[in-house]
């Protein structure tokens, strides 16, 4: 019993299998048909937004959703190729080899893999945790760059010409030059297919079974469009012809020069994916009133990318918006996906002729308009607004990866968020407070109309203590009690402060000497148990010339003579 319930932490599906049910089937069975309505053309536009063959994207769509199904902890996330995992893909490789050759298909595979092994490895050590280091600005700004930087290089197969380039001077460079050369073919494509969403949605969202009509609508707008490039000549390129038959499975060859080439691109399209896709799945497990894993989802998401690399796909992410429209149309398990994929098999099978007459402006109009979806701006206003910091960082973000690229906007950004954090957590924020009247709470002398005493000083630090703030500590400090001349006593509020690495104990220590000859005494309150198990291991508290205390309120009565001494 105990191996099996071991073995269901790494198989969810060991969990949720068994109390399987008929109702279960039937809204998986209907989701999973939408979902594949969708990604269908979405895995054949990705792949050619890669630089793969189409072919690439329907194998992408396959395995790697089986394999998830086994590892899962979401209930509802839909993996598959995405915008964003396809741009970076073709970023990364683009300088390796040339577009479209067999060399460029065995590169993507081997990303895939290391890009999976890397997860799953993060998910086996359940280091998770690692993954909070890009804030949510960061994060939103990395996106909406990429998909401007997607929107223009789409330009180019929407209207007809030829764009490369991995940053947007290049690209707008380039698009100035051939605008002559363009086709209005790919415009229609990209109004009717706006057309088909929300302005259609709405309209049909007053009609009965109006919400299905609404998700198959963009399909059947693609093959009328197709259907009539096909009969009325249109001069446009298609997708052309692929294999249909199914992946075979091979194991990429890693050698050294390989690994040297693809492990930092791996590792940041790796992250940017699983960001993306842990908080949507987030998002839906708390309406749903479910938990996810994250560090099972690494696992899930590694395991999907090393399936897409055994079957020649690319890497593979979770989606906003597929995910969305899974769990709106009814999937209750990760079973839906194994049915995505069959019905994906089955239409690259039995459709493959059909499929190829697609037109490439078409897809690319797919592409635009579930690129627009991921631009955020509003996010720039909110974030301004709240904290001039975090609008600037994700505007810097934006501007980083238009500026150098999608593979270096992301690298740009994890340094951002670091420098950020750094930042912040160096200037920590220090508050002299005082008794509010009747009670014993102490507050900011600021903010608050408070009791003070002339020979104590009591401060608030709101962060913890290392070697990055530690200095700024101490200069607050001295600056502080260089307005109160009569101080006698310094009390170090350290409610808020969770660890005191051993130069901030040192800069402490070295505080109390300099304060020594102005016969000024340090004490310390509200001390944490784990701080204060550090600092008993250390010889920080026989430097001290004060006590510790275990409030604020009991410090100041016993300095002030009001009660007798409570100290520690």
């Known amino acids: 019993m105990s191996k099996l319930k071991s073995l269901s932490k790494l198989l969810p599906i060991l969990h949720w299998l068994p109390l399987y049910q008929r109702k279960t089937f039937i809204g998986d069975l209907g989701a999973s048909l939408i979902v594949a309505v969708l990604l269908i053309p979405q895995s054949l536009a990705y792949a050619l937004l890669a630089g793969l063959p189409p072919q690439a994207g329907i194998?992408?769509?396959?395995?790697?959703?089986?394999?998830?199904?086994?590892?899962?902890?979401?209930?509802?996330?839909?993996?598959?190729?995405?915008?964003?995992?396809?741009?970076?893909?073709?970023?990364?490789?683009?300088?390796?080899?040339?577009?479209?050759?067999?060399?460029?298909?065995?590169l993507a595979a081997s990303l895939a893999l290391l890009s999976g092994l890397f997860l799953a490895l993060l998910g086996l050590l359940r280091l998770g945790f690692i993954t909070q280091l890009l804030s949510h600005p960061v994060i939103n700004g990395f996106t909406s760059g990429a998909a401007i930087l997607i929107i223009v290089g789409q330009i180019g197969p929407?209207?007809?010409?030829?764009?490369?380039?991995?940053?947007?001077?290049?690209?707008?460079?380039?698009?100035?030059?051939?605008?002559?050369?363009?086709?209005v073919f790919g415009l229609v494509c990209l109004v009717l297919l706006w057309l088909a969403g929300r302005p259609l949605t709405q309209l049909l969202s007053k009609i009965s079974y109006g919400a299905?009509?609404?998700?198959?609508?963009?399909?059947?707008?693609?093959?009328?469009?197709?259907?009539?490039?096909?009969?009325?000549?249109?001069?446009?390129?298609?997708?052309?012809?692929?294999?249909?038959?199914?992946?075979?499975?091979?194991?990429?060859?890693?050698?050294?020069?390989?690994?040297?080439?693809?492990?930092?691109?791996?590792?940041?399209?790796?992250?940017?994916?699983?960001?993306?896709?842990?908080?949507?799945?987030?998002?839906?497990?708390?309406?749903?009133?479910?938990?996810?894993?994250?560090?099972?989802?690494?696992?899930?998401?590694?395991?999907?990318?090393?399936?897409?690399?055994?079957?020649?796909?690319?890497?593979?992410?979770?989606?906003?918006?597929?995910?969305?429209?899974?769990?709106?149309?009814?999937?209750?398990?990760?079973?839906?996906?194994?049915?995505?994929?069959?019905?994906?098999?089955?239409?690259?099978?039995?459709?493959?002729?059909?499929?190829?007459?697609?037109?490439?402006?078409?897809?690319?109009?797919?592409?635009?308009?579930?690129?627009?979806?991921?631009?955020?701006?509003?996010?720039?206003?909110?974030?301004w607004r709240y904290d001039w910091r975090d609008g600037a960082a994700f505007a810097c973000t934006v501007l980083a990866v238009l500026a150098l690229g999608v593979m270096q906007g992301i690298l740009?950004?994890?340094?951002?968020?670091?420098?950020?954090?750094?930042?912040?957590?160096?200037?920590?924020?220090?508050?002299?407070?005082?008794?509010?009247?009747?009670?014993?709470?102490?507050?900011?002398?600021?903010?608050?109309?408070?009791?003070?005493?002339?020979?104590?000083?009591?401060?608030?630090?709101?962060?913890?203590?290392?070697?990055?703030?530690?200095?700024?500590?101490?200069?607050?400090?001295?600056?502080?009690?260089?307005?109160?001349?009569?101080?006698?006593?310094?009390?170090?509020?350290?409610?808020?402060?969770n660890s005191i690495d051993y130069s901030a104990m040192q800069a402490i220590g070295l505080l109390q000497e300099n304060l020594r000859a102005n016969q000024i005494k340090i004490h310390l309150s509200d001390v944490k148990g784990p701080v204060m198990d550090h600092l008993l291991r250390s010889e920080m508290l026989s430097t001290l010339d004060g006590k510790i205390f275990l409030s604020a309120h009991l410090a100041m009565q016993a300095l002030s003579g009001e009660n007798e001494d409570f100290s520690i």
């Open 59 to 106: 194998y992408a769509s396959i395995l790697p959703l089986v394999v998830y199904a086994f590892f899962a902890s979401s209930m509802v996330q839909s993996v598959g190729p995405m915008a964003i995992s396809a741009a970076m893909t073709a970023s990364a490789l683009a300088p390796l080899a040339a577009i479209g050759s067999p060399e460029y298909s065995v």
């Open 158 to 183: 929407l209207l007809g010409i030829r764009l490369e380039g991995e940053h947007l001077g290049q690209l707008l460079w380039q698009l100035s030059h051939a605008l002559p050369q363009i086709q």
């Open 212 to 383: 299905v009509l609404a998700k198959l609508s963009p399909l059947l707008l693609m093959l009328i469009i197709s259907a009539a490039a096909y009969f009325l000549k249109i001069n446009t390129p298609l997708t052309g012809s692929f294999s249909s038959s199914m992946p075979r499975l091979f194991w990429p060859v890693l050698n050294q020069s390989t690994f040297n080439q693809l492990w930092l691109p791996a590792i940041t399209i790796g992250l940017a994916g699983f960001l993306q896709s842990i908080t949507i799945a987030q998002s839906l497990a708390l309406k749903a009133k479910r938990s996810v894993d994250s560090n099972q989802e690494l696992i899930g998401l590694g395991a999907a990318n090393i399936a897409a690399a055994a079957s020649g796909g690319f890497p593979v992410n979770g989606g906003f918006s597929r995910t969305a429209v899974n769990a709106a149309s009814g999937a209750n398990t990760p079973l839906a996906g194994v049915m995505t994929a069959l019905w994906i098999a089955l239409a690259a099978s039995w459709l493959s002729d059909y499929l190829a007459l697609i037109p490439q402006s078409l897809l690319a109009a797919t592409i635009i308009l579930v690129a627009i979806r991921l631009i955020d701006f509003d996010f720039l206003i909110r974030s």
């Open 412 to 497: 740009a950004g994890v340094g951002l968020s670091l420098l950020l954090f750094l930042y912040r957590s160096s200037q920590p924020h220090i508050a002299v407070v005082g008794r509010i009247a009747g009670t014993e709470h102490y507050r900011n002398i600021n903010r608050f109309n408070t009791q003070t005493n002339d020979h104590i000083v009591a401060v608030r630090i709101d962060e913890s203590l290392y070697f990055g703030n530690s200095a700024k500590i101490q200069a607050e400090l001295m600056h502080i009690l260089e307005k109160a001349p009569k101080t006698q006593h310094l009390v170090l509020i350290l409610s808020a402060v």
